[in-house]
């Protein structure tokens, strides 16, 4: 039985919380990054905002020493989730509020709060991602605690925050389900520095018969309402699709792979996008007897001259074969190629046909494996497949129904090289470059 001193000072929810699977290791960890990656309703908000930002802004947390006069962020994408989510839901939730001094709003009416100040001295301020970076400079602070993925700017705003936690030695503790394309973000996750440390709440352990808060049949009902395409971020919090996203069905995990010598029988192939302030890319793609694709190289270069490339080119290949280089359609740098020794063919262009030829070959077959895959060295196109998007419409204006030319390069080489090939358009051996 709690007594009424234990509930006025660490409240009734904090000391009757009991953490899910995976938060068990998030709130005991120690590391000075922790990400939080989870499904929707997978209590991941719940463990991050409501019990670990509370117990440490009341001086309870059971792993981790609040300093004295802490100055604590929080911080949701917008002002309205900051109000609802961040404070309404799980702040007011878990914190007692015989423990506030004072509250400073940002819109009272709506019940935004800008900042609180509790009896030991501790302060909590809330930030909203949609300020921009600028919010996030100019001071140190102890802690900083962000809920979902940041929206605006935000490989700058975790500069910010990183800087702002230095000179305290502090920490950040960050929820999330990943449903956006972040690359600097699941860049860090892949390679995860010693300073971090990395969670995941799936929403299956959330259901009450696993002994979560949730019932099972409206897991279920929500589970079925997702894209399947969608539903490995949702449910599990894995980087596995993105909103907008081209190919969907491109996972880190399936689709690339370590990098081995290519097998002299193999035919081989080369595509060329050509760029001079975007970059200049070249892909090399080998093809296996069982007819699956291996992009095993890539030149992947900005602002340099034909015969630069064409030298590069040349390195990467050194003695090898290939059965055609395509190349996007520019007659005059074709030509310049050619002089350089360098063949090409003009690439087919169609962009639908050629995403649907790529994406063919990313589907898993009925044994398990794509017919796609890519070298852990091909860095760009790794991070480009992930992170080709459709275009948005806004309010006033429809969507195209073509891709964004962004993160679209080494995705053009990847277009000619599989549509080429998959439709048929070979030549003979005199064509071989």
């Known amino acids: 039985m709690l007594s009424n001193r234990q509930i006025r000072s660490a409240g009734r929810a904090i000391l009757e919380y009991g953490p899910l699977p995976a938060l068990k290791g ?3 960890s120690r590391a000075k990054y922790r990400w939080l990656f989870g499904g929707n309703r997978s209590g991941k908000s719940e463990g991050n905002i409501g019990f670990d930002l509370c117990s440490f802004a009341l001086g309870v947390h059971p792993y981790r020493k609040t300093p004295k006069n802490a100055t604590i962020w929080a911080a949701a994408n917008s002002w309205p989730l900051v109000g609802k989510l961040l404070w309404s839901e799980k702040i007011k939730t878990y914190l007692p509020m015989c423990q506030v001094q004072s509250i400073s709003w940002h819109n009272k009416q709506d019940e935004i709060p ?13 930030k909203a ?3 921009g970076r600028k919010a996030f400079e100019g001071r140190a602070i102890d802690a900083f605690y962000g809920d979902e993925q940041c929206k605006s700017d935000s490989e700058g705003i975790w500069t910010e925050i990183q800087a702002r936690l230095m000179d305290k030695n502090g920490f950040a503790a960050q ?15 892949e390679a995860l520095p010693d300073t971090d440390a990395i969670f995941y709440a799936d929403l299956n352990d959330n259901r009450k018969s696993r002994g979560g808060y949730v019932d099972d049949r409206e897991i279920d009902l929500m589970i079925a309402e997702w894209a399947e395409d969608v539903q490995e971020t949702r449910v599990r919090g894995h980087f596995a699709a993105f909103l907008g996203a081209v190919y969907k069905t491109f996972s880190r995990d399936t689709h690339v792979i370590k990098s081995f010598k290519i097998p002299d029988d193999w035919t081989r192939h080369r595509a060329i996008d050509w760029g001079f302030n975007n970059p200049f890319v070249c892909l090399w793609l080998a093809r296996d007897p069982d007819r699956r694709w291996y992009v095993y190289a890539e030149h992947y270069r900005a602002r ?4 630069y490339h064409a030298e590069r080119i040349k390195q990467i290949s050194g003695t090898e074969k290939y059965r055609v280089t395509w190349a996007d359609h520019d007659a005059q740098e074709r030509h310049e190629f050619e002089k350089l020794g360098l063949s090409t063919m003009p690439a087919k262009k ?3 046909l050629g995403i649907e030829a790529v994406q063919a070959a990313l589907k898993v077959q009925g044994d398990g494996k794509p017919r796609l895959f890519i070298f852990k060295d091909c860095v760009n196109t790794t991070r480009e497949i992930a992170g080709y998007k459709w275009a948005e419409g806004t309010e006033i204006k429809d969507a195209k129904d073509d891709p964004l030319k962004v993160n679209d390069h080494t995705c053009d080489c990847a277009r000619y090289a599989l549509y080429g090939a998959e439709g048929k358009f070979y030549f003979s051996e005199s064509d071989l470059s």
Do not use: C
């Not at 100040?117 to 909590?124: C, P, Q, W």
């Open 304 to 307: 340099e001259t034909l015969a």
């Open 26 to 28: 998030f709130d005991k």
């Open 350 to 352: 169609d962009v639908h």
């Open 114 to 126: 800008a900042e609180l100040r509790l009896v030991n001295g501790n302060r909590i301020e809330f």
């Open 129 to 131: 991602y949609e300020q």
């Open 175 to 189: 929820s999330m389900t990943p449903i956006i394309f972040q690359p600097w973000l699941e860049k860090r996750i």
